[in-house]
């Protein structure tokens, strides 16, 4: 069985990263933490770029625009949606998610989906780099590794080697 390698060496490529400011703490911290791991494994700073959008129902269009523009290799979805006392979140939660998933569908670009969606600001926080995790950095990995996977599902087939005599 042939498996194709996965790799988390991000030198040459480009990244756009959407965040919502709504949160703006929280996505701070995950945007901080996506940054670190890009550049930890080799991307360059002149190649991450960064699109702030009001809140995370307005990700899928920025994400969208992005992967059209055929520039990335991999997007990053960043932001927070909290449970509030209404069904507000469920419907932001579910308009997020189906976006980014549209947005993948249609123009082929991956997207690494780093929104949380929490109870509180108690769990947001742990998993922007407290004791859950950092999920910014996640995804950050998330995206390198389809980046580099799409790059080789892409690729013409190399020859086979013919068996030796």
Not at 19 to 47: I, M, P, T, W, Y
Not at 71 to 79: E, H, K, N, P
Not at 121 to 136: H, W, Y
Request: aromatic residues 6%; proline residues 4%.
């Amino acid at each position: 069985m042939r498996s194709y390698a996965v790799s988390t060496d991000a030198q040459g490529l480009r990244f756009g990263i959407v965040v919502s400011r709504f949160n703006h703490e929280v996505a701070h911290k995950l945007l901080q933490g996506c940054a670190a791991f890009l550049e930890a494994q080799g991307a360059r700073a002149d190649d991450l770029h960064l699109a702030w959008v009001p809140g995370a129902f307005e990700i899928p269009l920025a994400a969208r625009r992005l992967a059209e523009s055929g520039r990335y290799d991999a997007l990053i979805a960043l932001g927070a949606v909290i449970r509030g006392g209404t069904p507000h979140f469920d419907y932001i939660c579910a308009g997020v998610s189906d976006g980014v998933r549209e947005v993948m569908r249609d123009t082929g670009c991956p997207v690494a989906f780093g929104v949380l969606t929490v109870n509180d600001i108690a769990q947001a926080l742990e998993r922007a780099g407290g004791s859950a995790g950092d999920k910014g950095a996640e995804a950050a990995r998330t995206a390198i590794e389809m980046a580099q996977l799409c790059r080789v599902l892409d690729a013409p087939p190399a020859a086979e080697a013919e068996p030796s005599k």
